[in-house]
């Protein structure tokens, strides 16, 4: 049975309480920011529109005339800064944009518990939602950031190496600048989307295991087998329901007349799961015995 004395020091550390102000999201974002593999990951992505603008510089400009979507988008990326943009986009989003969403979420808290640091943060005492909340809020934003990274290094490294000009769309016609500009930012809003499966998958792993590579390569890993369950054509309409299957939507947004009905479907399901996992996460954790 407390005494009178226990009581009214838990009323006065009840009273300076707040847990709304716990582990603030600027204290994460700064914590995160300073990892390692966050600058690691900014570099690998900055670096990207240099590796390609060298690859054509030594292997010159992409051959045309061949079948074939992705041939035929390659074929423009000389074009302009847009085009370029664009074929970055193209070539990384199908995988390479899928590991600092996978790394950022699925990394997060797992990495807390790998350093035995998990229990002393909600010791503090942070509320296990709060905590939750902040590092993937906090995960998210910089899964934008880095989506974003890309295609701006893109424009700029595109546009000094070929010109600033229209996007030249593959099926004929093109767009202006300005144009071209505002469909590159539904493109990337977009992939943002549609990677949220990625990010629900990994943020649920990383509440689950203490192995924050566990997290971010069962995510990854996930990913690619729903890539690959995408190209049985034997499952027909069975593959609507897989996020692969629309992770290319975005191409309907460059053309002369956009076409949104895919990138609504894509989305739609994209975060569908994205909130079942999310929520598995949130569930899981509240009631998870944290020992490290």
């Known amino acids: 049975m407390s005494t009178l004395t226990e009581v009214t020091e838990r009323a006065e550390v009840a009273a ?9 999201l600027r204290v994460e974002l700064v914590r995160q920011l300073k990892r390692r593999r966050t600058l690691v990951m900014g570099a690998v992505l900055a670096a990207l529109p240099f590796v390609l603008v060298i690859a054509f510089a030594i292997g010159g400009t992409p051959d045309g005339g061949r079948d074939g979507d992705r041939v035929n ?22 995988f390479l944009l899928v590991i600092p969403v996978a790394l950022f979420c699925g990394d997060t808290v797992a990495s807390e518990a790998g ?7 909600l010791a503090a005492p942070v509320p296990r939602m709060r905590l939750l909340w902040s590092k993937l809020v906090v995960g998210l934003g910089l899964s934008l950031a880095a989506m974003v ?6 424009l ?10 229209p996007l030249q769309i ?28 990625t990010a629900g998958l990994a943020f649920w792993l990383s509440t689950r295991t203490d192995a924050p590579l566990g997290a971010v390569g069962g ?40 076409e949104w009905s895919g990138m609504i479907q894509g989305a739609a399901v994209s975060v569908t799961y994205a909130l079942v996992l999310f929520a598995l996460a949130f569930r899981g954790f509240v009631r998870k015995d944290v020992v490290s």
């Open 115 to 121: 350093w035995s640091s998990l229990r002393y943060l």
């Open 156 to 165: 700029t490294v595109g546009t000094i190496a070929y010109g600033w000009g």
């Open 16 to 24: 300076g309480y707040r847990a709304g102000r716990t582990l603030p």
């Open 73 to 94: 988008l390659m074929d423009t990326a000389t074009a302009s800064g847009a085009n370029f943009a664009a074929v970055n986009l193209f070539v990384s989003a199908g």
């Open 170 to 197: 593959p099926t004929g016609g093109a767009l202006d600048p300005g144009t071209a500009a505002q469909r590159l930012v539904v493109v990337v809003a977009y992939i943002f989307v549609s990677q949220l499966v």
């Open 149 to 154: 990274l890309l295609p701006v290094v893109a």
């Open 219 to 258: 995510a990854v890993g996930l990913t690619i087998v729903g890539n690959v369950l995408d190209a049985v054509t034997a499952l027909g309409d069975w593959r609507h329901f897989l996020p692969a299957h629309w992770q290319f939507a975005w191409a309907d947004a460059v053309q002369p007349t956009p």
